[in-house]
């Protein structure tokens, strides 16, 4: 396995993004994983996320062990004065994590201090260094998988699957996150951002995102793109059948009815989803199954909300949740149906 | 466009090959386009495919314009007495193409000579420098496009686009066979081996391999690996959905009952096959329709390919030939049907 394993706890780099709606790695990492997030380190006019403040020596000195980039800059940039912050955390000893365009890797004298000091730089936006995945084996492994698919990209694929995994654990369940895209692996600290990969090699890297294990564990693996985007439909495809998923959610926001920048493209029919992952997902587990529908509501006014979702309901015969609101207990409850 | 476009005739390199099945590229591209071939070099021991013999500065100053490394080496290496016959058409003013693991481009004593002498080089398996190709946008394309498919891997998917290519033309219409394969892409001199292209834009690079054309002519695009693949289904979908395919024809290899070297997985029902091609291919062309199956029957005797093809015919009420054998053109008619 070469998978990513990012170092905990994190120093959260805010530098000075004064919204938090631009510090939405940050944001995602402190919802989801509120334990790794040991400090925050922003410059005169970031924005406050609520975490104790920090400079790098500090926070190596009250345990931190990696600075994660923790918003977006402008074009996917790194700007000298985040260089010299960063600079600044790989002196104090800290491994830095950043999903930006320029990569970390790209500056000389960044990768040469941290290989003198001794900690590791992680781009999340490509392969590990060394990295190179292998041509799926369709072999079957031990252990149970959900995916998470879409109608479109952006309807909620990342918080499904991130949601279904806190409340199965909540339940008692086995359940691991498996991140597929760079967000994803800077909130669970692993994964692979797939679309990285040459297509060839696609179905066999998530193999590797998601090995054996035990019998009554659920990996809950993060879907990306749609089979029905006019573009990327082949990552999709190659993440269906590397995953050989026993279980998937089909995942919509409410009244979005056109794919995002493809106005030409109705999105799918919620049973026309369902059923094209099952024709095309049944060639690698014949036991494929939808369990139900999590729906983005976020366009709807709350008291339209429980109308629209009794009616998904109804028509599919399946549970449908907007996992903001209600959670996901009754798509869990689906798979012990 | 950045499409490879490998300027012709062909200096065929056998070097020391003695078997001419080892030179399969070279008797592919002498099949294919004989016209192109103005020669062939080779050391002692090479054997012969029929060509006259040159030298690279007798071929250059008699007109040749490439020389093709034709034929596989141990390993996909480039052996020291290749590399200097290489070296010797670089010096002799050829451009030089190759479809081996080690790149031309990896020597920097070839790279620097061929700049020198103002020749390209061409590694036919990766893509070509600089070319970096976009996300697909969906949007219709003038002309029409017919894709071979498959079963599996290997069972004439290339072979059938070339022999519909030539049919078509020898009936009249214009047809234009366009590689995603590095063998075809030397065959045919241009494309794109599609294989090493990130997933996420896969879909966008076969847009640009089949760009817009006249009403009346077709694109036949060669196929990649199977939907029903347990490996390589992203890439066949992502083909699919770039080329949008007004018509495919379904490429399967008689008693081929197993996935080569995925024995747990059996070769799909042509039906179910059929069915899944346009399952998936209509979201990006409404229309697509299969035209027929093309069986290469030499694992059959030839008492029995005749029963074989008219058993499939009847079963599925469409077209079934051998383009070995019998042509291809029982498909090219249900174009017009």
Redesign the interface.
């Given at each position: 396995m070469h998978m990513l394993e990012i170092p905990r706890p994190y120093l959260i780099f805010i530098g000075d993004n004064p919204e938090p709606l631009d510090v939405k790695t940050g944001l995602g990492i402190l919802e989801w994983r509120p334990d790794w997030c040991m400090g925050q380190y922003r410059f005169d006019g970031g924005c406050d996320l609520g975490l104790r403040d920090f400079d790098p020596h500090a926070a190596a000195a009250a345990g931190a062990a990696t600075m994660v980039v923790g918003g977006a800059s402008f074009g996917g940039k790194l700007p000298p004065n985040w260089e010299a912050a960063i600079a600044e955390g790989i002196e104090a000893g800290l491994n830095v994590a950043s999903g930006l365009h320029d990569r970390l890797h790209s500056r000389p004298h960044l990768v040469e201090r941290a290989a003198a000091k001794g900690v590791r730089l992680f781009d999340v936006r490509s392969l590990p260094p060394g990295f190179s995945p292998p041509?799926?084996?369709?072999?079957r492994r031990n252990g149970k998988r959900i995916l998470t698919v879409g109608t479109d990209c952006a309807v909620g694929k990342k918080f499904t699957a991130l949601a279904l995994e806190r409340d199965m654990r909540a339940m008692g369940m086995k359940a691991t996150f498996r991140a597929t895209g760079q967000t994803g692996v800077l909130i669970s600290g692993g994964g692979l951002a797939?679309?990285?990969?040459?297509?060839?090699f696609?179905?066999?890297a998530v193999e590797l995102l998601s090995p054996d294990n035990d019998a009554d564990h659920w990996d809950v693996i993060e879907g990306q793109g749609s089979?029905?985007h006019?573009?990327?439909?082949?990552?999709s495809?190659?993440l269906l059948?590397g995953s050989q998923p026993d279980a998937f959610v089909v995942c919509h926001e409410a009244k979005r009815d056109q794919v995002l920048g493809?106005e030409?493209?109705p999105t799918p029919d919620l049973q026309a989803c369902i059923?094209?992952h099952i024709?095309?997902g049944r060639?690698?587990n014949p036991d494929i199954r939808c369990i139900g529908v999590s729906l983005n509501t976020s366009q709807l006014t709350p008291e339209a909300r429980a109308g629209v979702l009794a009616a998904v309901e109804e028509r599919l015969g399946l549970p449908c949740v907007d996992p903001a609101v209600t959670g996901t207990k009754p798509l869990i409850a689906q798979l012990t149906a």
């Open positions: 041509v799926a084996s369709g072999v797939i679309d990285a990969i040459v297509a060839d696609l179905a066999g089979l029905f006019p573009a990327y439909a082949a990552v495809l190659g059948h493809y030409a493209f059923d094209l024709a095309n060639r690698l």
